[in-house]
């Protein structure tokens, strides 16, 4: 303690003589502790310093280290002024001995609990660049306002977004509890996942288990060695977007890897997965309209990607939507999907799956020769209110000319709900299949025709049905259009090559 005083003095003095004085850590590792006598119980190093100072540089060649220790009932909320140069390191560690590596921070919080957490610096012989400076301030734990859940072997897995009602969930598990973090629904607040914090049992008081950061790249499930599981957040001050589902551990003891992934609109997101080392998972959240694609898709020799409507369970394949191998891959993409949250699970083997929430950089409305695929109403299999789609798929020229067959599996024309297809030509009025009952029509009997596009539309006028869902298929008349590529396809290609490499 009387080396951090002396040491922080000597900053003071340095700072104040306005010279670009270099740092010289303590020599022994440090020990910091709360002391009342500090001004709002924080911590600086250097003092004084905030965000408008001019942050110190290091003598070059020496190794820093601090130990920040937390009383019982209390966290300490860290941020840091970083710039750290290639030679040298700084590395933060909790509790549980779990470290981030750190090379730039501009006062992003973080939260420490469970008895104390490290800071260690190494500084290479380019010291001066390095710049750091950190301060850290203790208080005691918030009061709780929790909410408080279960999740068994075979009930649904639970959602959670953004904890705006409830600052702290208890969840009582079967056998134990785990949970697939997602980065923020706001593209830059995903390090604000730091602030989020998982224990293992009922309360704050139970025993660490980390960060919802730390969930989200581990790449594997967080899970409670004990029944119990608690997530608490301290954003109090932030609009942080914790997003995560929580399952009973049964659904994901065979996994090797899970992950959670938040494509944001606009942009291409390609997923690998790689069964290598046993199955594996990845998890999609569409916060905002619920809608997915896959714009393209390559499957190893032999693998099988399953894709389901919301979580995985096992021993239970009712939500699995679609299943594609690799053959399957070339002919049924794109194509589009309707949920807030779908799991993609592959078995063995390895899979590269590109995703994208815009339509029209997919391709999903274009007609193309050898095209398959499904529809389905906005939350097929379930009675819902907001089943209603409307979807069109057409070729690009005015004169281009498919024939569609249509293979409707599963529909639901209850209420006043209707189905209905329309085949459209540039000439002549469009061939209309209007489903509003059994009289007319079969399940499984396949209408097809001749035309330039097809739209579905499926209306309930706000009355609940389980849906519908059809398997589609598209082959050209005019076998001279098969080949057609417009200048698009070329200009993506190469968007995807330079992503993959
Ligand atoms: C300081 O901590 C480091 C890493 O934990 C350790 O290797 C070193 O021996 C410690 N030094 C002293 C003086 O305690
Ligand atoms: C930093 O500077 C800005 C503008 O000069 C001022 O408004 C702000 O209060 C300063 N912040 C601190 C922590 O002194
Ligand atoms: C850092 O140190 C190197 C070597 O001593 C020196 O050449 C360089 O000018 C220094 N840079 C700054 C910003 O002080
Ligand atoms: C999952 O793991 C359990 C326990 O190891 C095993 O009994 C079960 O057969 C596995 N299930 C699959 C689908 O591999
Ligand atoms: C993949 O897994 C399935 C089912 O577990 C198995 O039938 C198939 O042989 C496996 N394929 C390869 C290439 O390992
Ligand atoms: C797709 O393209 C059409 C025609 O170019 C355009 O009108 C529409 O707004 C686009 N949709 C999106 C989501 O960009
Ligand atoms: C269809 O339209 C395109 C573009 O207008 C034209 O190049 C092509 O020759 C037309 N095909 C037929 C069969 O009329
Ligand atoms: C289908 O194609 C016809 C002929 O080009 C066109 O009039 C109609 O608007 C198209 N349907 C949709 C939904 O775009
Ligand atoms: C069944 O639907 C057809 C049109 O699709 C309609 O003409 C007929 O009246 C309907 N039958 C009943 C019993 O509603
Ligand atoms: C339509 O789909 C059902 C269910 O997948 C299938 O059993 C049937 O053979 C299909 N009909 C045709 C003509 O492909
Ligand atoms: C569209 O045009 C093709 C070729 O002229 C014709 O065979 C088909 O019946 C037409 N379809 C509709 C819905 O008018
Ligand atoms: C839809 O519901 C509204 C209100 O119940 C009703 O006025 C309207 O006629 C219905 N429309 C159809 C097409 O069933």
């Known amino acids: 303690m009387i080396g951090i005083l002396l040491c922080s003095l000597f900053i003071v003095l340095a700072l104040g003589s306005n010279d670009p004085v270099q740092i010289q850590c303590p020599s022994f590792n440090s020990t910091i502790t709360p002391d009342l006598a500090l001004p709002s119980n924080t911590y600086y190093y250097p003092y004084p310093f905030d965000q408008n100072s001019t942050i110190s540089s290091y003598t070059p060649n020496q190794f820093c280290k601090f130990i920040v220790e937390i009383p019982k009932l209390q966290y300490a909320y860290f941020t840091m002024m970083a710039d750290i140069n290639d030679d040298s390191m700084l590395t933060i560690t909790d509790c549980n001995g779990k470290s981030e590596i750190v090379m730039t921070s501009e006062f992003q919080p973080y939260v420490f609990v469970g008895g104390q957490f490290s800071i260690s610096l190494l500084v290479g012989t380019n010291g001066n660049n390095t710049r750091f400076a950190f301060q850290v301030q203790w208080s005691d734990f918030p009061t709780p306002n929790p909410a408080f859940y279960t999740v068994t072997k075979t009930g649904p897995a639970l959602f959670f977004d953004e904890m705006l009602f409830e600052n702290s969930v208890t969840i009582t598990a079967e056998t134990r509890a785990t ?160 949920g807030d949250i779908m799991t993609y699970y592959l078995a063995n083997g390895t899979a590269l799956v590109e995703l994208a929430e815009d339509s029209n950089y997919t391709r999903w409305n274009d007609a193309s020769s050898g095209r398959e695929g499904f529809m389905s109403s906005r939350k097929f299999g379930e009675l819902e209110f907001y089943q209603d789609v409307y979807e069109e798929i057409g070729g690009f020229y005015l004169n281009s000319t498919f024939q569609f067959e249509v293979n409707v599996t599963h529909l639901d024309v209850s209420n006043v709900a209707v189905l209905t297809l329309t085949f459209g030509n540039e000439t002549g009025s469009p061939t209309i299949h209007q489903i509003s009952n059994s009289t007319n029509f079969q399940l499984g009997q396949v209408i097809e025709a001749v035309g330039r596009n097809m739209t579905v539309s499926y209306f309930t006028n706000g009355t609940a049905t389980n849906g519908f869902f059809l398997n589609f298929k598209i082959s050209s008349l005019e076998t001279k259009f098969a080949n057609f590529k417009h200048p698009k396809v070329i200009l993506v290609i190469s968007v995807l090559s330079m992503m993959l490499f």
């Open 179 to 338: 949970i697939v973090a997602f980065p923020s629904t706001y593209p830059d607040f995903t390090p604000l996942l730091r602030i989020t914090l998982v224990f293992d049992g009922p309360d704050l008081n139970s025993p660490y288990l980390g960060t919802l950061f730390q969930a989200l790249r581990s790449n594997k499930p967080m899970v409670s060695k004990s029944r119990q599981m608690t997530i608490f957040t301290f954003q109090e001050n932030y609009l942080v977007g914790s997003n995560f589902v929580v399952q009973d551990y049964y659904n994901v003891q065979n996994l090797s890897e899970s992950r959670g992934i938040t494509c944001w609109s606009q942009s291409s997101c390609p997923v690998t997965l790689n069964a290598a080392n046993g199955p594996v998972s990845a998890m999609t959240l569409n916060a905002d309209d619920g809608d997915e694609y896959i714009k393209r898709l390559d499957l190893s020799p032999g693998s099988i990607l399953k894709i389901y409507c919301g979580a995985k369970k096992e021993d239970d394949d009712s939500n699995l939507i679609v299943t594609y191998n690799a053959e399957q891959s070339k002919t049924n993409i794109p194509q589009k999907f309707y």
